[in-house]
């Protein structure tokens, strides 16, 4: 009998993504979606590349999952995210009825899987979906500080030469 892969496994899948996404200079978040132990489909951020300030990486991966499984409900599945979802991904795992949501890394801006508000479980809606959180968060975090810190040196690298072609 085949073994069930486990969280550490499929969020490694995820951060495979989210190394395409980097790819791409977009935030380095990754998710697949997995339904019976087998990868039904996977996204990466890509609001960027696609000016499309809904294309995150769970966004993608729910679209193409709804088309696989031909079913706007996800109803079983899991999905496997590097980042903490935002608020408007939050709302798209509780409208297509995703059983379980694993992410990565922690996110204290805009985290809504319990960092600074947890729209997945709240009672008052008519679905929660179960959390859990921190699965290989070391490397999840860490990708996406190491983009950001290239980013901002990039920015600093492009002022200071803007400053020099100015100067006398």
């Known amino acids: 009998m085949k073994q069930p892969l486990d969280d ?18 977009e935030i380095p978040v990754g998710a697949v979606l997995v339904k019976d132990n ?3 489909a ?30 706007y ?13 935002c608020s408007m991904c939050a709302g798209l795992l509780v409208h297509s009825r995703i059983a379980r949501l ?25 679905h929660q979906v179960e959390v859990s959180g921190g699965v290989l968060a070391e490397p999840c975090a860490s990708i996406i500080s190491q983009f ?3 980013r901002r040196a990039e920015i600093k690298a492009a002022k200071k030469a803007a400053r020099q072609l100015l100067e006398p």
Request: some cysteine.
């Open 8 to 25: 550490n496994y499929w969020m490694e899948q995820a951060l495979l993504y989210a190394k395409q996404a980097e790819q791409l200079n």
């Open 38 to 40: 087998q990868l039904i």
């Open 42 to 71: 996977a996204g990466y951020n890509r609001s960027i590349t696609d000016n499309d300030p809904s294309a995150h990486a769970e966004m993608i991966a729910v679209r193409e999952a709804g088309k696989v499984l031909n079913n």
């Open 73 to 85: 409900r996800l109803i079983d599945c899991t999905l496997y995210v590097t980042l903490e979802p």
């Open 102 to 126: 694993v992410y990565g890394a922690a996110d204290a801006k805009t985290g809504s899987a319990g960092s600074i508000m947890n729209l997945l479980q709240e009672p008052r809606l008519n």
């Open 148 to 150: 950001f810190k290239r």
